[in-house]
């Protein structure tokens, strides 16, 4: 009777535990430490979020994002009309509930088609700590439909794409590619 019930409770504790699945997504590279805040609160502008950890801002149109989508509209006065903005001033993200979140990211290939270059087979932990607003002008600015030349899957502006904004000093940890990356994600503890 005492290896039915353990065998039940082994079973039941077996059901319980969740198994992480890597999801599709794309990487950009950005320079954290440029920046004087970011989204999240209690969290350095820096690219390392200590112990081997990248920062990592995360789309706000992208699945994995949770909470309400940042505030702020797209107006093209902020745009110059050449892919840069003229009013850089971001949205509030007061929603962003995946601040603090890890995610191991592995690259899966060049997201720009490049064929000099690899992935590193290397996979890296980030740490969520600002967001990618569509609605940022330093976004939005830089799609042809505001006078850019960037593609909105390379712009946090796809909506329905796992899109990472990771620090630059993470890009060799990945790849030996020079654009952006496809990766996958899959959350981790951090």
Same mark, same amino acid.
């Given at each position: 009777?005492?290896?039915?019930?353990?065998?039940?409770?082994?079973?039941?504790?077996?059901?319980?535990? %969740?198994?992480?699945?890597?999801?599709?997504? &794309?990487?950009?590279?950005?320079?954290?430490?440029?920046? #004087? $805040?970011? =989204? /999240?609160?209690?969290?350095?502008?820096?690219?390392?979020?200590?112990?081997?950890?990248?920062?990592?801002?995360?789309?706000?149109?992208?699945?994995?994002?949770?909470?309400?989508?940042?505030?702020?509209?797209?107006?093209?006065?902020?745009?110059?009309?050449?892919?840069?903005?003229?009013?850089?001033?971001?949205?509030?993200?007061?929603?962003? %509930?995946?601040?603090?979140?890890?995610?191991? &990211?592995?690259?899966?290939?060049?997201?720009?088609?490049? #064929? $000099?270059? =690899? /992935?590193?087979?290397?996979?890296?932990?980030?740490?969520?700590?600002?967001?990618?607003?569509?609605?940022?002008?330093?976004?939005?600015?830089?799609?042809?439909?505001?006078?850019?030349?960037?593609?909105?899957?390379?712009?946090?502006?796809?909506?329905?794409?796992?899109?990472?904004?990771?620090?630059?000093?993470?890009?060799?940890?990945?790849?030996?590619?020079?654009?952006?990356?496809?990766?996958?994600?899959?959350?981790?503890?951090?």
């Amino acid at each position: 009777m005492l290896a039915i019930v353990s065998a039940a409770l082994g079973l039941a504790i077996v059901a319980n535990i %969740e198994v992480a699945e890597a999801v599709a997504g &794309v990487s950009t590279f950005n320079d954290f430490s440029t920046q #004087t $805040t970011v =989204a /999240c609160a209690g969290f350095p502008p820096t690219n390392s979020q200590g112990n081997g950890i990248f920062a990592a801002a995360m789309s706000d149109l992208s699945p994995l994002w949770q909470g309400a989508t940042c505030q702020g509209t797209m107006d093209a006065s902020k745009c110059n009309g050449q892919g840069s903005c003229v009013n850089c001033v971001g949205p509030a993200c007061p929603d962003e %509930e995946r601040c603090g979140t890890c995610f191991n &990211v592995t690259c899966t290939g060049s997201l720009d088609g490049e #064929t $000099t270059g =690899a /992935c590193s087979g290397r996979t890296i932990k980030v740490k969520i700590v600002d967001a990618c607003p569509a609605t940022h002008p330093a976004n939005y600015c830089k799609i042809p439909e505001f006078g850019g030349t960037i593609r909105p899957i390379e712009a946090c502006e796809q909506p329905g794409v796992n899109a990472l904004d990771i620090a630059t000093t993470a890009r060799s940890a990945l790849s030996t590619f020079q654009g952006n990356l496809n990766i996958d994600i899959e959350q981790t503890s951090c």
